[in-house]
Structures are given as C-alpha cells and as structure tokens.
C-alpha cells in the first residue's frame, strides 16, 4: 500500500467546508481531510484534530494514489452536504461529506459521519488513513475489527467506523486502498458511541450506511431536512444564496436538543499566525446568540428563535437566584457559567501558533453590554414571536433592577480585552438599549414596570454618552468615556462597535455627530471594505501581537454606510465583502489585509451581520 501522501501539514483555515448535525460539527478540507471533529458535541474533546497538530491531533483523510489532483469543494444545494471533487488525468471522484439528519428533534438520533465516495469518470485508485486521536490527542484507544469494519475505543467514547471496503489496522489507525472505476461507490459510516446506549451497540432503527440503498436513503432525507428548513425563509432580495448560506451556517452552530447557539465548532484558531490570541468559542456566548437570534427572527425561522428563548429562560431563572452579576458573558450548552481555562501543552497549535486553550477565561469578566443585546432580542421575539411569558418579564425586571444600580461601572465591554476594566461608551450604549427596550416592552404590552424610574435612568444614560463619550475637538464619539470630573474631551480613540449607534435607535444615521464619526472610522479604521474594531497601539488590550480586520465590523460598515444614505458605497462595500468569503461562503472572525481568513472559522457573529446588513441594503435601495 502507497502509504505516504504529498499534502500540507495545514490547509488555509479558509479551505475548509463544514459539515454538521446540530449536535456537533466537523470541518473538512479541500484535499479531503477532515482535520477538525468534536463528538459527541460542539464542546466535547476533539477525535480528529490535526488542525491543531498535525502530527498528534488525527485525521480522517482519503487521496488518489500516486497522482496529483486537482480539488474543489462546493455544498450540494440548498444544503449542508459538502462535495469534494478530486480530478486527475485519469479520471474525476467524488467525496459527499454529511451527518444524516432525518427530522427534527429526532429522539432516536444517531451521530453519524458518512463518507461516500463516488466516480463520476474513468478510473482512480485511492487511498484512505483513519487516525482518530481520542480527547485532544491525549488519551489512548484500542483497535479491534467488528463487521464490516472496525471500533476505536477509548476510556470515555468509542467510534464504529463501517466501510464497505476492507479496512486493515495499523498500529492505532484503520487503512485502505481501492480503486474505482465506471459507477463505482465506496462507502463509509463512521458512529459515535458514548456509553449511553444510544451507540452502534445499541438496537436503534436504520440500516448500516455502507449499504448503498441506505446510504442513498439517509443522503435522501438529509437533502429534505435541509430544503425544508431552508423554505421557511422569507428573504427574496438581491442576495439569496449568500444570505441563505450565511442562515445555513448559523443553523449549524445551532445545538437541536437544548436551543443553544454556539459561537463557532472550533478553538485555538489564531488572530495572527504565530500569535497568541487564539480563543475556545464552542460556547454560547450571549451577545453572540442574541445577534443570532435577530438574524434568524428577520429571516423568518421562528422556531429556532422560541429554542433559544427556552434555554435563555434558565439562564435568566438562574439569574434571579444570584447574588453576582445576573448574567455572564458565556455559558456552556448546557448552560454552566463555569469555563476554567487550560492551556493544552502537548498541542503545537494550527501552524504552531500557540498556546493552545480549552475553556475560555473571559467568561469572568463583566461585559455590560450583553443586557442591551440581550434584552434587544428578547424586544423583537416579543413584538415578531409568540412573546415572552409571564415569568420571563418577572425575570427580565429583576435583571433590569440590578443593571439600573451597576450601569455606570467599568467593565470589558464587547471585545473582552485583557487589560483591566474601564468605561466603554460601547457598553454604555447598550445599557441604554437595555432600559429603554424594557420601557417599550411595557407599554406596547402593558407591562408592569416602574416606568418612571426606567425613564430617567434611560435619559441619565443618554446624557451621560453625549457628554463624555463625544470629543467635540476630534469630532467623534470614542471608544471610553470620559472621567467624569475631567476638564477636557475624552481621548480621541475610535471603536467600530459604534458604528451600531444608529442601528440601535441611539442616534439618527443622519445625525451630524454620527456622521462625523463615521467620517474619522472611514479614515482611520477602514482599509478598502475591511474594518480593524480599534487600534490597539491607541488602546492596548492587554494582549500581545497584532490581529485582522474584523468581518463583522465591516459588515457594520457596510450598514452604517446605507443608513447615512451612501448607498451606492455601501453596496461597493457589501460586494467586495463578498470577495472575501472561501470558496463555500464561509466566513472565519477575521480577514488579514491580503485576504487570508484568521480566527474561529466559521463564525456565527460574522454571519448574521452579513444577514443583517444584506437585509437593510436591500430596504436601502429600494
């Protein structure tokens, strides 16, 4: 068996497809590699992980023998089943990526990952490695054959890994090589066992799908899952098929069973190759999830919307039993606000940028700002959803009781810096938000509230921004406010989170002040279509290093540009945008000035700012 295959140890973080079940996901090169897979969810240790070491993080790849390929990837349409084509002089196979999914909240669900490999023309022969490395690479696992295949098994999980082609061990991984000519189809079942009973041990309905009817069976109602979730969106604008991408992405990061939205599948992708800015985001980050919830509201899938309200309603019950802030800034899926950080030392991190971290220590921090976004969402569930219920609003005074008291406090505000608490007028803004939708919320329902302390901690608020939050010398609202016995302006440091002043009902995007600010972020901020979030040689974060532009901020920019009525910039903008997305639509946090994609990949805040933004062009342009 040819044994040794030419490729690099890392792909580009951009040529990666993904693939999931709304329980987990796994990501999946263009050379066919699946380089990245956690099971049995987003925030389980990985089994394949090679995207953080390619040498101790294992792999699950398949290439033609002796003969370089030419590979491209795309989704099957209207989809979340990813196609990688392999194309030599010989002939053309196909490798379709997918985790069956057969109906909605399935209580008999199976975690699966099938491969199927097909020859579209002439011959070729192939080759595939198996090397799963059980718990980030740091547990051992043992070997054995079963029917039609083999199981690795290790202290916490095992993996049954059907195929319909003999697989040979070799060492602690599974090998084979098969040639494919005409129609020919090969076929691999990979499963996942936790010990629950609901593994490949256990009698649960379907056939292995390394049967070829099954297998076509589960691609079959796979494909029907996802057009009929994707038929629910009521979006007809200019850019269908890229905000029906970006909503095909968000619904991945979704886990089914408790409603919770994660951030991104992945951990440990840097801001900077070599870096040391690389950060777990398999949580649900509650900023993150709120602009989720938005998007997903204004595209029309309400039901995901109700799945996260019902996991918020236990977040904000809890809240009310505390005796802390209400609310942290991340939970687990499960809902625990406890995510120590650990550092993996036997991990050389994705093209050794390292260190290597599982958990994530912002989770301590105070963010005020996530009750503006929070409680925002929660506004337009209530007037575009069901509503809230009677102990949600109960629930939601409480926390607004302790926000009116803490408001005027320093925190980390919405990019969670490192370099100690200070008062963001971001988060000001957003305290804002918070009050004054908890005071719409009352009188568009008739709520009860205390509606005139409400009102005047809203207007203290708003005061308080325009007076210490704008630099009248530089012309622009600033990332930190004031001291408030200060004799002159605030220091002149911008911050492209304001550029959703307008978009939150703060100001008028028409508003001379926010014009201007917009005016000084274009020239300090933006590079072509590209927006950095601030400069940190201006406002150190307490991190070491520098990072990329942020995706999601400019998409912001491109909103703001709309609003202020620049609309034929703001499309400019929008499209080259677009240029930047990887060969599938995805986008990572961040892009770098020459286009590479940095960062968690793919990222849910990018996402919906793309939905968003697309959304209100179109209103724009009429």
């Excluded at 020239?523 to 590209?530: E, H, P």
């Amino acid at each position: 068996m040819e044994s040794d295959e030419p490729r690099e140890d890392y792909l580009p973080i951009a040529e990666h497809g993904l693939i999931g079940d709304l329980r987990t996901a796994a990501l999946v090169g263009t050379d066919g590699r699946i380089d990245w897979f956690c099971v049995p969810r987003f925030d389980s240790p990985s089994v394949f992980g090679s995207l953080l070491d390619a040498r101790r993080g294992g792999c699950w790849e398949i290439w033609p023998v002796g003969q370089a390929a030419t590979r491209n990837q795309f989704y099957f349409p209207d989809t979340n089943i990813l196609i990688t084509r392999m194309l030599t002089d010989d002939g053309i196979v196909e490798i379709q990526d997918f985790m069956p999914i057969v109906r909605d909240r399935d209580p008999a669900h199976r975690q699966r990952l099938v491969r199927r490999v097909v020859n579209v023309r002439g011959r070729m022969r192939l080759a595939v490695r198996v090397a799963p490395r059980l718990n980030y690479g740091r547990d051992p696992h043992r070997l054995e054959r079963i029917a039609n295949g083999v199981r690795f098994t290790g202290a916490s999980i095992a993996l049954s890994l059907r195929s319909s082609v003999p697989l040979e061990p070799d060492g602690p991984d599974a090998r084979a090589e098969f040639e494919l000519s005409g129609g020919d189809t090969v076929l691999f079942d990979l499963e996942t066992d936790t010990g629950s009973g609901t593994g490949p041990g256990a009698a649960l309905p379907g056939a292995c799908a390394v049967d070829p009817g099954a297998a076509e069976r589960l691609f079959e109602a796979t494909v029907t899952f996802w057009r009929t979730w994707l038929r629910q969106s009521t979006y007809t604008g200019r850019w269908r098929e890229t905000v029906h991408r970006s909503a095909l992405t968000l619904k991945l990061l979704t886990h089914e069973p408790s409603g919770a939205i994660v951030a991104a599948p992945t951990l440990g992708l840097p801001e900077r190759l070599g870096g040391s800015r690389n950060w777990d985001y398999r949580y649900v980050w509650i900023r993150d999830a709120a602009f989720s919830l938005y998007a997903l509201l204004r595209l029309g899938f309400t039901q995901e919307a109700q799945a996260f309200m019902d996991w918020l309603t236990g977040r904000l019950r809890a809240a009310t039993d505390c005796s802390g802030d209400p609310l942290r800034v991340m939970y687990s899926i499960d809902g625990d606000a406890e995510l120590p950080e650990e550092v993996l030392e036997h991990l050389e991190g994705y093209r050794g940028s390292s260190p290597v971290r599982i958990g994530n220590g912002a989770s301590g921090q105070r963010q005020l700002d996530i009750y503006g976004e929070l409680i925002d969402s929660i506004y337009l569930f209530n007037k575009y959803g069901v509503g809230i219920s009677h102990e949600s609003w109960t629930d939601l005074c409480t926390v607004l009781d302790w926000l009116l008291e803490h408001w005027d406090t320093v925190d980390a505000s919405i990019w969670e810096t490192r370099a100690g608490p200070r008062n963001h007028t971001y988060s000001r803004l957003m305290c804002w938000v918070a009050v004054e939708r908890m005071i719409r919320m009352a009188r568009q329902r008739g709520l009860p509230g205390d509606l005139g302390r409400w009102t005047a901690v809203r207007d203290r608020i708003y005061h308080q921004i325009m007076a210490r939050g704008w630099n009248p010398v530089a012309r622009t609202f600033v990332q930190q406010l004031a001291d408030a016995d200060a004799d002159g302006p605030p220091a002149d440091i911008l911050d492209a989170s304001l550029l959703l002043m307008p978009m939150v009902k703060f100001v008028s995007p028409v508003d001379p002040r926010f014009r201007s600010t917009v005016d000084a972020i274009a020239g300090r901020l933006v590079a072509d279509s590209l927006v950095f979030r601030y400069d940190p040689e201006q406002s150190p974060d307490g991190l070491e290093g520098t990072e990329g532009t942020f995706s999601i901020c400019s998409f912001w920019w491109v909103e703001a540009l709309a609003r202020t009525g620049e609309v034929e910039q703001a499309r400019l903008a929008l499209e080259k945008m677009f240029t930047y997305a990887n060969h599938v639509g995805l986008y990572a946090e961040q892009i770098g000035l020459t286009g590479e994609h940095l960062g968690n990949f793919p990222q849910a805040f990018t996402h919906l700012a793309l939905i968003s933004s697309a959304i209100n062009l179109d209103r724009a342009m009429g």
